[in-house]
Structures are given as C-alpha cells and as structure tokens.
C-alpha cells in the first residue's frame, strides 16, 4: 500500500512564491544579455566603421574627407582614437593664406602613421615638394610614404602654383624669402596645432620643388637635418658650414645647366666639410627609378648618424 503525503498550505505556497521569484531573475538576466549583446555591436560598428582624424580649424576652404565632414567633433575624436586601433593613418588636406597674388590661397596635405597619432615624442617630418605646379600630394610618393610607416616619420606636402612674372621678379615660390618660406612655416604651425608633432625636418624636392628646398635650407638651417635635391638647376651654393646634411641627384642626359649647378654646389659643399652625397643617374630631366630609395636611404643615415 503506497504512503500518501499531506503538504501544509503554507509549503505550497512557500514554493509558489519561490518559481515566481525564480522567472523574474531568469527574464531580467535575459533581458540584460540582450541589451549587452545590442551595445556590443554599436560599439563593434563604431570601431570598425571609419578612419582617421578629427577635424581641425580649417581655412574657409579647406577639403576635409567625407568622414569629417558627416561627423560631429565628438564623434570624429571616437574615429581618431580608433584609427589607431585599426592601424589607419592620419590624413590632413588643409590651406593657408598668403600675400602672393597667386597663391593668395595655398593647399597643403599631411600624412602621420597610425603608430604615430598621439605620440608625445616628437618625431621627423619629410617635406616633399614637386616639380613645377605639382600637386603636394602627388609627391607623397610610395617610397617616402612606406618610410614613413615603416620607420616613423610623418609627412607634409605643400602644392605652389607658378606665375612667369613673378619667376622673372624672383618672387615665385622657388624663392622662399620673398613668401613661400613664411607660407610653408604657417604650414606646419597649422598642422601641428591639429596634432603633427614633428622635430625636424628632411626637405626633398623635384625640380621647382628642389630649388624651394635648397633655398629655404638656408633660409632655416635650424629646423632641418636633411635636404635631398633632384634634377635641381638652382644656381645656389653652401656659402658657410651648415649642420644640413644633403644629397644631389642628377641625370646624365639633364640639360646642362642643371648638371654644372649640381657641381657647383656638390664642390662648395666639400669644401666647407658639409656632408652630401651626389649621385649621378642615366636619365634626363627626371626621377630615375631606384633615386628615390637612395634619398630614403640618405635620410636614414641621417637620422641615425651615419653622416
């Protein structure tokens, strides 16, 4: 005969209560599961979705990309701090004002690694500056950006537009001390207010750019540690001892000119003990391939002391 067993009311309502009480915490577990797993993936789209830098004060126009320009500061400086996360870079197209009719309004474009962004140690800028009415941005070529990356340097890259008469007065912009030196110091006092925190700098230029770059190497010997100079023709030599390290790069079949300007300044330079490298190449009036990797080599031995 099986036994049967009486529950007080009490007990029964005892258990009652305690599943009652165990539903609630099971459905407010679940429902703190699902909320958790919704602010992971806006966090998740956040991180992932966009690049680079916030916005800084512009002239009034400046080109931003498209991320700065549909982006609220705050939600820009989520994109800078996670562009470091996501080894994006920092990538700047700016402008500033200037007396040179001609220039009245001048671009200029900056590049800072990711590995760089917020660095409190100041690290090298290259200035590239193209040939005659180039765009700066077409002279961020694929060596010096890979430097950059590779060995942390940032990079600025102004674009000068060119005037005949203004040549002809010695106030192009080949002729920093008439304008375009002041303009490329605005420059890079704009570019570090949004974040460049450079030290010194290593000029390379083409042409037009690298007679900007020889002149203003002179103008401001103090801020730069190297100056590469390619297919030149500036009529312009060291007249003094300079702590400015430089290379010459020539063609062989480059107007004739540019060749005896490049001795010129390859023989005051030796002559005032200035180290420099000069190097020749099969080319007329041009980069030669392989040049640039010798001018990024140049600038390492720099940088590291080896000259």
Sequence with gaps: MKKK???PLAVILMASFAMTSFGDVIQSISSDSSSSSSSTNNESSSVYGFSPAPPSIHHPDSQE???EKNNTPQQSQTQ?????????PKEVTDYISTPNPTNSSVKFYYYIPAKLI???TPYPLIVTVPGLDGDGQDAVYEELRNLADSKGYAIL???FKFNQEDFDALKAYQYPQAWSGQALLDMLEKAKSNGLNYSKLYLVGFSAGAQFSSRFSFMKPELIDACALMASGARVKPDKKTNVKYFIGIGTMDDEYRKQNAEIFYSAATKLNIPIEYKKYSVDHGI????????????EK??????
Excluded: C, Y
């Design 80 to 88: 800078n701090v996670n562009s470091v996360q996501n080894k994006e």
């Design 5 to 7: 067993f009486i529950f």
């Design 288 to 299: 030669a391939d392989g040049e640039l990797n010798d001018v990024v080599n140049f600038f």
């Design 65 to 67: 990309t498209e991320v």
């Design 157 to 159: 890259a102004p674009t």
């Design 302 to 307: 720099v940088r590291n002391g080896q000259m």
């Design 118 to 120: 917020n660095s409190s």
